[in-house]
């Protein structure tokens, strides 16, 4: 079982370059998302998924889209990359179940990609 | 006040020692509570769940205080390999279930 799996794990952009950052699960989750972390702020959700074909904004989404064909698959693409965007970006999928009368999620998450914006 | 706040450390102590962390969260709602672990570099990964009633799995135990609306984390007999970020998580509100996460609080377990 691969897991989360994320491509690339490094890169180097230009200032005004766009890319797509893939993220694959091979768990059949129903929710992904994709955080940034920066030195200092933590993980902070760009954009999220609950399933195919629905995506939603999360805390910090300007400057990035993504979009959910299949369950499997939730790119992030950043669209005129910006200095600012230098960070480590994880992607995760969770899975809801009930334990002691709740429910609650676990996540899984890719091994990051570290993006360096020039 | 964001949603999950952590001192983010470093907490710095020997090996064998006791140590405890508080996460406070503001969104009352939330009913469940994760604690992640990170190592340097890498990805975090799902260390425990919190519920009403606590849970302890081996030197680590956490417990949530409603009223005060914090959870905690303790480690008990510290270990050199218990050096890492733990990332506080309330489960996501309002049926996204997609994790929020603290800045994390760090550890550094010294000889």
């Known amino acids: 079982n691969a897991g989360v799996t994320q491509t690339p794990k490094f890169q180097v952009l230009k200032t005004g370059q766009s890319m797509t950052l893939q993220c694959a699960q091979d768990m059949n989750h129903e929710y992904m998302s994709w955080y940034r972390q920066d030195p200092g702020m933590g993980l902070r959700l760009i954009h999220y998924s609950v399933g195919a074909g629905i995506t939603d904004q999360g805390e910090v989404p300007n400057g990035y889209n993504v979009s959910r064909s299949t369950t499997e698959d939730f790119p992030l693409r950043l669209l005129s990359a910006a200095p600012s965007q230098t960070s480590v970006y994880f992607c995760?999928?969770?899975?809801?179940?009930?334990?002691?009368?709740?429910?609650?999620?676990?996540?899984?998450f890719g091994q990051g990609t570290r993006l360096t914006v020039v | 006040r964001k949603e999950v706040e952590q001192d983010p450390g470093p907490f710095n102590v020997p090996e064998g020692a006791t140590v405890a962390f508080n996460c406070t969260y503001s969104n009352s709602a939330s009913q469940s509570f994760f604690w992640y672990r990170q190592d340097c570099r890498k990805e975090p990964k799902l260390l425990m769940s919190v519920y009403s009633s606590g849970n302890e799995d081996g030197r680590f135990t956490a417990q949530l205080n409603r009223a005060s609306q914090y959870i905690s984390l303790l480690i008990r007999d510290s270990k050199l390999s218990d050096s890492a970020t733990y990332l506080c998580a309330p489960r996501g509100t309002g049926g996204s279930y997609i994790p929020t996460f603290g800045r994390g609080t760090s550890l550094i377990v010294h000889p």
């Open positions: 995760a999928s969770s899975y809801s179940f009930r334990r002691q009368g709740l429910m609650n999620t676990e996540a899984f």
